[in-house]
């Protein structure tokens, strides 16, 4: 451990650069996920429409979708034949983006989805007799549902910030370059160096536990007069 | 001029018509008990009256304004009214965001909210209260702060879903006492569906006796207890009516 502790310190600056880029990537690509899956699991939480039931039974299904798999279809994707090759995305951290995008997007939608769904019936029709508009009704149930969706987003920032095998592919794990916390654990481990690993790893669940603290103070605070 | 005119009001729930009514007029400054067995329609009938649920066919009018007829709703008028339902949802916030939550809507200046919510909760008792957090209420407490939610908004008709059920007694006269304060103070007319006779006794002006989505009888309250005019009427309270 001390000997984690003293190449951490020699490598202060590399390391940095590995933990910023491990949150730009994942903290992206949740950001992402998370404007285009809470409007999509609130209207299908709200809404029937024929079809329903397999969208979900889809949404679920993608929610257990393998890194590897979701890194091997970016892969595809931005290779030199693929649809999007012409962006020359491949072994960026926009590749990265898009690959943990694939990942964490269903689980937002699906537990966003579920949450709203639970609620929606009850306190729509409590918003609404009080004179909301439906917009205004709508809005009240989401920020009603708002602990099942920040469950939600911080499931999905846990499985972009952990995740290997999607990063890994598209990303290629290249220093200074592409290089995230995951990688550089991989790494580590493969040239031997187990307690330059372990001292990544809890740098890793460090950051996470700050951010899980960071987001759920701000949602405490939520005031719901706002409407 | 009456409050609500509703005439061939039909509503139908997956194949099985829930409410038929041809003609019911009621006034204003009133209080209504509806009653009925269960399946009657008496919730149905609240929730069209607040918009919540649409009928398949027929017309209401509010104060000789069309309130909805097939392909017109008022969505307007239903800010002058309010309902208040068996299992109140309180708000995961406050109990002031709670109260404050139709006025914040309305866009009332913050003053105006403030005065209008402590003045509220000094009216249904709940003003140590204020800041506390309305889901950890008791059930009684949670309907009072439901009620003050609905008052706050000073509706020109209260709407409400059995609010005494599942309340012990004591809990059950406070609400009573905030209804019926409330109608003397600002002649508000309420509108309460309830299960519980001696309620309706006790607070209604008229009962409505719906049974099967028909209404069976409409009549001030001494006569429908004292001489009531349709058999069913009289099945109902004898407790031998069949459903």
Known sequence: MIDAIQILAQQQSEILEIVLLSLLVSGSATVISALIGIPLGAWIGLTSFPGKGMLLRIIYTLMALPPVLAGLLVYLLLSRSGLLGELEWLFTPQAMILAQCLLVTPIITGLSAATIAGKEGIIYDHARSLGATRGQAVWTVIMESRTGIIAGIMTGFGRAFAEVGAVMLVGGNIRHSTRVLTTAIILETRQGNFAMGVALGIILLILSFIVSSIVLMNAKDFDLGEV | ?243
């Open chain 2, 1 to 243: 001029m009456n409050l609500f005119e509703i005439t061939n009001l039909t509503k139908v729930y997956r194949g099985r018509t829930v409410l038929s009514i041809d003609k019911l007029f009621l006034e204003r400054e009133r209080i209504y008990a509806i009653l009925g067995p269960n399946g009657a329609g008496k919730t149905t009938l609240l929730r069209i009256l607040n918009l919540l649920d649409e009928p398949e066919s027929g017309e209401i009018v509010y104060m000789d304004r069309q309130f909805f007829k097939p392909g017109h709703k008022s969505y307007e008028i239903t800010r002058r009214m309010c309902m208040v339902f068996q299992r109140p949802l309180m708000f995961n916030t406050s109990v002031y965001n709670n109260v404050a939550y139709g006025l914040k809507l309305r866009k009332l200046q913050r003053r105006e909210i403030e005065r209008s919510v402590h003045e509220v909760l000094d009216f249904v008792g709940m003003q140590d209260f204020i800041n506390y957090p309305a889901t950890r209420l008791s059930g009684g407490e949670m309907q009072r702060v439901a009620l003050a939610r609905a008052l706050v908004l000073q509706p020109e008709v209260l709407l409400l879903d059995e609010p005494t059920a599942n309340l012990d007694p004591h809990s059950v006269q406070i609400i009573e006492e905030i209804v019926h304060n409330h109608h003397q103070q600002f002649g508000t007319s309420v509108i309460m569906v309830t299960h519980n006779l001696f309620q309706a006794k006790r607070m209604a002006d008229e009962v409505v006796l719906l049974v099967g989505g028909e209404v069976v009888e409409k009549t001030e309250v001494e006569t429908f207890f004292k001489h009531p005019a349709d058999v069913r009427s009289k099945a109902f309270l004898d407790g031998t009516m069949v459903y």
